[in-house]
């Protein structure tokens, strides 16, 4: 990953506060070095049920309930922690998709099974420092997305449409620089020219079945930025300056979709002047200036460090709580009412990534639910087929789609 990406993501995360992610199959203690601040320390005792006697998954749970726990008791007892927890709501999604990172030199101190349920304590310093580790592993299991631009310009009053605009090229050199990756723009412009209906709902910002299938399938966009940019002549504010001064006004409105889901992640609306003799140099001068701001996509600082804008921010931390609690619509056909809600039951408690399963509806034995996954939806597809066994199912895939899978389902007697 590269070093310029990292830091941009930690500009964007480090006030949300961040626990990183990864199964662990084989866990004892884990010690790492650097000073102790004994503020941090602590202990907890984390619980978890053991399905079809399979200690290891509950050990494994019973640890990160104990981490969860302790980052709980820890963080906000200091100034850094406190900024932190500010958006706490970031960090249980995170936990709940068997997190840790955030608690450094852990040992478990006791360990014990009794009746159906699992229980470990352990001892461990919180270490909020740790959030550049944290968040290279938040972005290695749960994908940095990948994005595409199409920005409707307009400068004075001629348009320029979406695939090679301006703006598009400043916001991917902008981004480009500190690490983000897009969908080559040669690419784009062919799939505009191919398929042009389905482009233009993207363009409007309409993520429908169609516009995830073009751009998943075909591109691996994840995220799409959309919106418009038009400048407007000011010149006349020059006359007292200059007569061959030329003034440009940039008007920016943008707007991020998660491809996935068809979600807003951001939006935003920005504006600046800029000065030239040359009328189109004043535009894409605007451009970048409304652009290139803490308000937008951000800028480097005299140190040639990336610091992030608020736009940007908005898009890293809303794909990751995405990433981290997506939404995936779930078909399930040959299950009668009480063997899928088994089923259910079965998909919330024994599948790793699994937060909540929601129930939305049955008829004879075709039913529909939504599961709330940390993960793609091919990630759930694998963790159903490699897991539905034990539970005492043989299930089939039939169809995966970006938010959807269809399945057949038995239960084994």
Known sequence: MKKQFVIVIIAVLFAAGAISCGGRSQRGSRATT??????????ATGIATIFDGDR?????????????????TKLGTTVEGRSLVQDFALVESIVEAKSTGMVKNWT??????????????????????????????????????KFMVLVKETFDGAQNMPGETVT??????????????FVDAAMTQQLLKKDRRTMTQAIDGKVNESVQELLLDDLGAEVIIVGTAKTTDQSAVMRGYSQNMKSKQANIVLKAIDVYTGRILASK???APAVHIDADTASKNAIMNALASKNMLGRKDEDEKFISGDFMNQITRQFLKSATGRMIMMTVAGLNF????????????????????????????AAKIEVEFAGKTHD??????????????????KEQKPNKISLTARKVN
């Not at 749970?61 to 302790?70: E, P, T, V």
């Open 338 to 365: 009480n063997d899928m809600t088994k089923f259910r039951d079965a998909l919330q408690g024994r599948v790793r990534g699994v937060s909540k399963v929601y129930p939305r509806g049955q008829v004879g034995t």
């Open 269 to 271: 609306v920005n504006n």
């Open 168 to 181: 598009e090229h400043t916001m991917m050199d902008i981004m480009g620089n500190a690490g983000f990756e």
């Open 34 to 43: 650097g000073p102790v601040n004994q503020e941090m320390v602590g202990e």
């Open 56 to 72: 290891a998954l509950a050990r494994d749970r019973a640890i990160d309930d104990a981490m969860n726990k302790l980052v709980k």
């Open 108 to 145: 478990v101190v006791k360990e014990y099974a009794e009746s159906d349920a699992y229980f470990v304590t352990i001892k461990g310093e919180v270490y909020p420092a740790a959030v550049n580790e944290t968040i290279e592993a938040t972005i290695r299991n749960y994908g940095r997305p």
């Open 380 to 397: 759930l597809a694998q963790e159903l087929v490699a897991k539905s066994e034990k539970f005492g199912f043989q299930i089939e895939i």
